[in-house]
């Protein structure tokens, strides 16, 4: 501790006759080290009780809230889920929950396209869109890894004005990332689905296939006519 308090004359005795001094100290016997010992305790006391200089908090505030030199700033967060073999994403903020899930109850003359049929979730009922059919995904499953969990999902998202429950094989979580984090699709990308995404996230070695939500929201909307 190398605050000026307590450097005074009066409560330095540790760099005069204790551990950092010439260890004179009669109490080191007892104490061992200078930091046992009240005197050093009671001086530690009076350095952390000091008020705070004026504008303290608002300088650290700011040098925590800038980003280091060369690190992206993470201003985009996405929701990370899979169906099929694809991993996929849709910005978090469309999320309104996420639910257990559940069978949905079938429409009458309404058993072809994306729409399901509805699902109650959280005392409401709401179309169930299927994803897969959307994007031409089959149902092929992706091989589970040894000790790897798989958490299937109802999620509830909100596109517009409309709310839909889409079943997901596996939900990852949410991940932040900087909007260049972002890479164009490949060109060699010709399936149906690849139209419906902005682009490609890479974390690791996992791709990640960032949906456009204006589109996906205008498909579905499209299917309730």
């Not at 060699?188 to 929201?217: A, F, K």
């Amino acid at each position: 501790m190398n605050h000026s308090d307590m450097n005074a004359p009066e409560t330095n005795c540790w760099n005069r006759i204790g551990t950092r001094g010439d260890r004179s100290c009669e109490r080191l016997d007892g104490h061992g080290h200078c930091r046992h010992c009240d005197v050093y305790a009671h001086a530690a006391a009076k350095v952390m009780q000091r008020p705070l200089p004026q504008d303290y908090l608002k300088e650290w505030a700011a040098s925590f809230a800038s980003p280091q030199p060369g690190q992206k700033l993470a201003d985009r967060s996405s929701l990370v889920f899979r169906i099929g073999c694809e991993w996929l994403a849709l910005p978090t903020h469309l999320a309104l929950t996420v639910a257990e899930p559940r069978s949905p109850h079938r429409l009458p003359h309404r058993n072809t396209g994306p729409l399901l049929g509805i699902v109650g979730i959280q005392g409401r009922i709401y179309p169930c869109m299927s994803l897969a059919a959307l994007l031409g995904i089959t149902e092929e499953q992706a091989p589970a890894l040894p000790g790897q969990r798989v958490y299937p999902r109802l999620l509830l998202m909100q596109f517009g004005r409309q709310a839909f429950g889409l079943p997901v094989d596996d939900l990852q979580g949410i991940h932040r990332h900087a909007s260049d984090d972002l890479q164009p699709l490949p060109a060699t990308l010709i399936e149906s689905r690849h139209r419906y995404m902005r682009g490609i996230l890479v974390v690791g070695e996992q791709r990640i296939g960032c949906l456009d939500e204006e589109l996906i929201g205008y498909q579905l909307n499209g299917a309730l006519r």
